[in-house]
């Protein structure tokens, strides 16, 4: 059983930064691709970032230049690096892991962590 936990939200202005924690309980961020995700007050919940086990990454197009992905391998620590905040950053942030065993999905999620960004 994989656990995800998730931490760094918080309040930030305009134009600030913030850095997201994912922390994993077991030594899978090799081996399965590992994603950022978030929820807007009353929108549907929309794919940030994604990090392949290869080392490959993706980026909603809207987020591009402004988010990394990176992870710790030897920490099982997945990150999400916020620069240049906006008032329309602000939601629930998710972490995410899944690969296929053969035909199955497996996929994790943790309990979000809150992103504000407010003047």
């Known amino acids: 059983q994989v656990r995800l936990e998730e931490s760094g939200g918080g309040l930030a202005q305009p134009g600030e930064s913030l850095r997201l924690s994912c922390a994993a309980s077991?030594?899978?961020?090799?081996?399965?691709?590992m994603g950022w995700y978030r929820q807007a007050p009353g929108q549907e919940r929309e794919l940030v970032a994604t990090?392949?086990?290869?080392?490959?990454?993706n980026y909603a197009d809207s987020l591009r230049g402004r988010f990394t992905i990176s992870r710790d391998n030897a920490q099982n620590t997945l990150y999400l690096e916020m620069n240049s905040l906006k008032p329309e950053d602000t939601g629930v942030y998710y972490c995410n892991a899944k690969t296929y065993l053969g035909s199955r999905l497996e996929e994790y999620w943790g309990q979000g962590t809150q992103v504000t960004v407010s003047s």
């Open positions: 990090l392949f086990n290869h080392g490959m990454r």
């Open positions: 077991t030594d899978i961020l090799s081996l399965y691709v």
